[in-house]
């Protein structure tokens, strides 16, 4: 069923096919999911690939002709020699903010800014207003991502009505309507109870369950990271057992269940280690950071920035050295951008009053390109946690470059500089720490099946 209605969405929509022709040559073509990493063409047709390797005169005579009897253009050629080509990328944490928050951002802007950055997929959180507990709320999401949208858009569903953890949503339905995973992010499920039998329902309707892992009994009234920092600061903390103590609930259910359970945003030494172990014990779990969790520390809360104000909080040098070897030996399967845009009047405030969030789709994959600079992944191993990683977690026939495959390509300049403008961002959404960084690697071409 959930099959059927993926399908429709992707007939309906106006981005989808680009029915001329297209040929990417000469790049360095890197999938991660069929191990494949040379020097090479790919010929798109109709929106689809139909063509990876080195393309002859005498193939493209045959595709012009094709081209030309059908009425359209003439064959359109993308050198992309000394450029990385890549499958689309994927962000499987993102807020769209629409419906309700429009202010902040809105599916149009989003997907703008997501193409922007490389993606052509993302997936939008259910904390909007009303709540995406409902196939109303689903389904409008949907209809204006094909009038509106850049980049496909799947929902995820909330795990309870309203996000207030007292009542399941009515599941079932939402995957008919178009759901593809279930979270409360942005607030945590505290009965456990509630949780477990979320995660049962779950497994029932073939989906994973997100986790925003955080005690909020000991989070509560919290703002930045706890620690000397804080302390120094006159802040109230947050400590990482609120992270940790989450998690820990959470991978015991998931132990008792088989659920795929899936954690959100890790920030902490402790919770790399706890999901380490649970890997080794057998347990379904995968897990994601964002970039922010691996390049900043607490201490970009001095000054009282608002924009370095996100929760979970940026941690200490010990945690991102801890995130660094766990993305680096699988134990972090994805990154993600947790992309939260606010209103540029709703952080110019004191600390303690400003909304936690930053964004992130237009620098997330310029920022992850230093873990290829630094040596903690190979490019090939970054491009898998930003496309079939987090295809496979939930389920897309995405983040591929296979023949028959849809024709969503990102193409990178590995050596274009860029300095980050906030002011210059496709997103409503400005609150960044990294503004008036320079950055080396910047995607420069987004292919959505086959247009660009």
């Given at each position: 069923m959930k099959k059927e209605k993926e399908e429709t969405n992707i007939k309906n929509s106006s981005l989808i096919t680009h029915r001329s022709s297209l040929l990417i040559k000469g790049g360095r073509v890197i999938d991660p999911s069929s191990n494949l990493d040379e020097i090479t063409d790919i010929l798109i047709e109709n929106g689809k690939i139909t063509k990876i390797g080195k393309i002859q005169d005498s193939t493209l005579k045959q595709v012009q002709g094709k081209t030309q009897s059908s009425g359209l253009r003439d064959l359109d050629v993308i050198d992309a020699k000394g450029k990385v080509v890549v499958p689309g990328l994927i962000d499987m944490h993102v807020h769209l903010r629409e419906p309700g928050y429009e202010y902040k951002e809105t599916i149009k802007t989003g997907t703008e800014a997501a193409r922007a950055g490389g993606f052509t997929v993302v997936c939008c959180m259910p904390n909007t207003n009303p709540v995406n507990d409902s196939r109303s709320v689903t389904e409008f999401i949907l209809d204006r991502t094909i009038k509106e949208g850049s980049t496909d858009v799947y929902p995820i569903g909330a795990i309870s009505k309203g996000l207030k953890g007292e009542e399941l949503s009515e599941m079932a339905d939402l995957v008919e309507a178009g759901c593809v995973a279930f979270s409360d992010d942005g607030k945590s499920v505290m009965d456990s109870e509630l949780m477990r039998r979320a995660m049962e329902y779950a497994i029932a309707l073939g989906v994973p369950i997100i986790s925003h892992c955080e005690d909020t009994n000991l989070s509560k009234g919290g703002v930045m990271n706890e620690g000397f920092?804080?302390?120094?600061?006159?802040?109230?903390?947050?400590?990482?057992?609120?992270?940790?103590?989450?998690?820990?609930?959470?991978?015991?259910?998931?132990?008792?269940?088989?659920?795929?359970?899936?954690?959100?945003?890790?920030?902490?030494?402790?919770?790399?280690?706890?999901?380490?172990?649970?890997?080794?014990?057998?347990?379904?779990?995968?897990?994601?950071?964002?970039?922010?969790?691996?390049?900043?520390?607490?201490?970009?809360?001095?000054?009282?920035?608002?924009?370095?104000?996100?929760?979970?909080?940026?941690?200490?040098?010990?945690?991102?050295?801890?995130?660094?070897?766990?993305?680096?030996?699988?134990?972090?399967?994805?990154?993600?951008?947790?992309?939260?845009?606010?209103?540029?009047?709703?952080?110019?405030?004191?600390?303690?009053?400003?909304?936690?969030?930053?964004?992130?789709?237009?620098?997330?994959?310029?920022?992850?390109?230093?873990?290829?600079?630094?040596?903690?992944?190979?490019?090939?191993?970054?491009?898998?946690?930003?496309?079939?990683?987090?295809?496979?977690?939930?389920?897309?026939?995405?983040?591929?470059?296979?023949?028959?495959?849809?024709?969503?390509?990102?193409?990178?300049?590995?050596?274009?500089?860029?300095?980050?403008?906030?002011?210059?961002?496709?997103?409503?959404?400005?609150?960044?720490?990294?503004?008036?960084a320079k950055l080396k690697g910047l995607p420069i071409i987004t292919i959505l099946r086959g247009k660009t």
């Open positions: 920092v804080s302390t120094e600061l006159g802040l109230q903390g947050i400590p990482d057992s609120a992270e940790e103590v989450i998690i820990s609930r959470d991978l015991l259910l998931a132990e008792i269940t088989g659920v795929k359970l899936h954690i959100a945003h890790v920030s902490t030494k402790g919770s790399v280690r706890l999901i380490k172990e649970a890997k080794e014990r057998g347990i379904g779990v995968t897990a994601e950071t964002c970039p922010h969790y691996f390049l900043l520390t607490d201490n970009e809360v001095r000054g009282y920035d608002s924009d370095a104000k996100v929760n979970p909080p940026l941690r200490t040098e010990e945690d991102i050295e801890a995130i660094k070897q766990g993305l680096k030996d699988g134990t972090i399967d994805v990154i993600a951008t947790d992309h939260a845009p606010h209103n540029i009047a709703e952080k110019l405030v004191e600390f303690d009053y400003a909304p936690f969030g930053i964004v992130g789709l237009e620098t997330a994959l310029s920022l992850s390109l230093k873990l290829v600079e630094w040596g903690v992944l190979t490019i090939n191993e970054l491009i898998e946690k930003m496309t079939a990683n987090p295809a496979r977690i939930l389920g897309l026939k995405k983040g591929i470059l296979n023949v028959g495959s849809d024709a969503d390509v990102t193409i990178i300049d590995m050596n274009q500089k860029v300095t980050v403008d906030p002011m210059k961002f496709r997103s409503k959404g400005r609150n960044t720490p990294f503004k008036g």
